[in-house]
């Protein structure tokens, strides 16, 4: 099982901005996709955003031109940076992987608070 620690979150005003890191460890097979997922209270968990070992990234609609997803592959650490914060991204966020070998399986980190205030 791969080990995730998160970090980064905090209270911010609309605006502002915050970056999160989540640094994994545990594994010695290579990590083929990285990413963020929130989960905001009463709603169901959602993607954020995800960098695969290639650099090729994905976004939700609603966080595009304004969050930034990047890696660092020899540290397994994966960053969001978040600009232009608004109230509806207050959410814990989960840091996410995916490993196709030696079987398919994906390890989640504990999670982190973002609160936006307006």
């Known amino acids: 099982q791969v080990q995730l620690v998160e970090s980064g979150g905090g209270l911010v005003q609309a605006g502002g901005s915050l970056r999160l890191s989540c640094a994994a460890s545990?594994?010695?097979?290579?990590?083929?996709?990285m990413g963020w997922y929130r989960q905001a209270p009463g709603k169901e968990r959602e993607l954020v955003a995800t960098?695969?070992?290639?650099?090729?990234?994905n976004y939700a609609n609603s966080v595009k031109d304004r969050f930034t997803v990047s890696s660092d592959s020899a540290k397994n650490t994966v960053y969001l940076q978040m600009n232009s914060l608004k109230p509806e991204d207050t959410a814990v966020y989960y840091c996410?992987?995916?490993?196709?070998?030696?079987?398919?399986?994906?390890?989640w980190g504990q999670g982190t608070q973002v609160t936006v205030s307006s």
């Open positions: 996410y992987t995916y490993q196709h070998v030696p079987v398919p399986r994906t390890s």
């Open positions: 545990g594994t010695l097979f290579k990590i083929n996709v």
């Open positions: 960098i695969t070992s290639g650099g090729s990234t």
